[in-house]
């Protein structure tokens, strides 16, 4: 975050912060901000959406928000926990109840998955994670989610649910950890130093917009090593955060090598 912001800038959705952000420069806008135009197509003005801080990180203005209770938003990108075998069906689909920490649990249609059909779709079990989108906020009905690419997803190939390669769907093995809902924005941003640092490790990890993390390493030395350094970068700045990581790598990497060596010192025993 820029360290040359002095004054704490305080904003609640449908403030105006047109005037807050330097039109000089070019910026990004992250969560939190939206902008909107006239309708005779004259000055867009840049609206909060989010009721926190208004914060800059490198060239994207956010606003930085800690709420503990989850609010489904259109195109939010979750990690849900199924909590039934199949509560239904509905159009020749098997339709499945989630819960993502919500105030209500979500439904899940079999065939929202990419390449499913009514003869070729997932079925799920209680408990099985799943990473999807919300696809409706559910004003008054219950939020709907689905596993097939959204409008917000321009880049991503399309991969049929059975090849395993899809960027939504069936979450296997793995840790789930639960974070501040925050810190899960910060992650979700591309420019997250702490996931930056580490990628030098071999690992899968889906962030979910409603406070969920799941982590999927070759190793659970990994897995600890990521979880509490995604933990710590919350307090930290970004050159301490930088250091932080490579520290825990070095440290670790170690500690495998040294276990390895007793290892085979063992063996030849």
């Given at each position: 975050m820029n360290q040359k912001q002095k004054s704490i800038i305080v904003v609640i959705p449908g403030d105006d912060v047109t005037s807050r952000i330097p039109a000089e420069k070019k910026y990004k806008?992250?969560?939190?901000?939206?902008?909107?135009?006239?309708?005779?197509?004259?000055?867009?003005?840049i609206l909060a959406t989010l009721a926190g801080r208004l914060l800059?990180?490198?060239?994207?203005?956010?606003?930085?928000?800690?709420s503990k209770r989850y609010q489904p938003k259109s195109e939010d990108r979750v990690v849900g926990i199924v909590l039934q075998d199949r509560m239904g069906t509905m159009g020749g689909a098997d339709v499945?109840?989630?819960?993502?920490?919500?105030?209500?649990?979500?439904?899940?249609?079999s065939l929202a998955f990419e390449g499913a059909?009514?003869?070729?779709?997932?079925?799920f079990s209680a408990?099985?994670?799943?990473?999807?989108?919300?696809?409706?906020?559910?004003?008054?009905?219950?939020?709907?989610?689905?596993?097939?690419?959204?409008p917000k997803d321009n880049g991503i190939p399309r991969k049929d649910w059975m090849t395993e390669e899809a960027a939504y769907g069936e979450l296997r093995g793995g840790t789930l950890q639960k974070i501040p809902l925050g810190l899960a924005?910060?992650?979700?941003?591309?420019?997250?130093?702490?996931?930056?640092?580490?990628?030098k490790l071999p690992f899968e990890v889906a962030i979910g917009t409603n406070g969920y993390l799941w982590i999927h390493a070759a190793?659970?030395?990994?897995?600890?090593?990521?979880?509490?350094?995604?933990?710590?970068?919350?307090v930290l700045t970004a050159e301490q955060i930088r250091g932080m990581v490579r520290s825990?790598?070095?440290?670790?990497?170690?500690?495998l090598q040294d276990d390895d060596d007793e290892e085979d010192s063992n063996m030849e025993e």
């Open positions: 806008l992250g969560i939190g901000l939206e902008p909107h135009s006239e309708e005779n197509g004259g000055n867009v003005t800059q990180h490198r060239d994207t203005w956010f606003v930085w928000t800690n499945y109840r989630v819960d993502i920490g919500a105030p209500h649990t979500c439904s899940l249609s059909t009514k003869r070729n779709r997932p079925q408990g099985t994670l799943v990473y999807a989108r919300v696809t409706s906020e559910g004003d008054v009905t219950d939020p709907v989610l689905s596993c097939t690419l959204g924005r910060e992650l979700l941003s591309p420019q997250s130093i702490v996931l930056e640092e580490l990628s190793r659970p030395e990994y897995t600890i090593l990521i979880r509490n350094a995604i933990l710590n970068s919350q825990l790598i070095k440290s670790v990497k170690e500690n």
